[in-house]
């Protein structure tokens, strides 16, 4: 699709400072008191035990993010968790165009094959940071039966036009992906300098 007109860039995690990349904006709140449909903790759980059962893999245990695919593309889904600091921040993530045909806006399955254009579920481990198609990105290893492609299917996270806010105003929904973890290009560079390489990204429905 070609790229729409120049949307304001509205940057979510100041850069300022030495430990900037390390801080949530408007993220006060404990986790507790995060909210979200269906609440966070059992997700959050889940990629805890992750963390601990893929601990030779996943290096760093300081933050790390979780996707609730079981909430629709238009509702912040991506929860940034920041364990150090009891810190939290919700960003809006899309989904691939194989998991939702009617582009309802609404992840309908999972799929692991290479082809399928879907979003995988699964504990992965975030990898090198480089520029590619999308700009900066960030490579994703998958670290499970259910996403063990994403490097041949080359699921990472990158930036989009299709998820701007924007698109929201317009349709009520993001544009899909191919499978990726596709954010707004507000919030790309933001977002990977927060993550950076050898933390865990976990993502599912409830």
């Known amino acids: ?18 430990g900037a990349a390390a801080s949530l904006l408007g993220a006060r709140a404990a986790l507790a008191d995060t909210s979200a449909p269906g609440g966070w903790s059992g997700l959050v759980d889940r990629a805890r ?32 968790v920041d364990q150090t600091r009891g810190k939290t921040q919700l960003l809006r993530v899309a989904h691939g165009r194989g998991s939702d045909p009617a582009h309802s806006g609404w992840l309908r399955s999972f799929s692991n094959q290479s082809g399928s254009n879907a979003s995988s579920r699964g504990a992965y481990v975030t990898g090198p940071i480089y520029v590619g198609q999308h700009g900066r990105s960030q490579r ?30 317009q349709t009520g ?34």
């Open 1 to 18: 699709m070609p790229s729409p007109k120049h949307v304001h860039r509205r940057h979510f995690l100041t850069l300022a400072g030495a």
């Open 49 to 80: 035990a992750a963390l601990d059962h893929h601990g030779d893999a996943i290096k760093a245990r300081d933050r790390f993010i979780v996707v609730d695919f079981s909430l629709p593309s238009s509702t912040p889904r991506m929860l940034l």
């Open 173 to 206: 929904k993001l544009g899909r992906s191919e499978g990726c973890f596709a954010v707004s290009e507000a919030q790309i560079d933001p977002l990977l300098d927060w993550l950076g390489p050898g933390r865990l990204l976990y993502a599912d429905k409830v």
């Open 140 to 169: 994703l290893v998958g670290l499970e039966d259910s996403n063990n492609n994403a490097e041949a299917r080359a699921i990472v996270i990158h930036g989009a036009w299709y998820c701007n806010d924007a698109l929201i105003k």
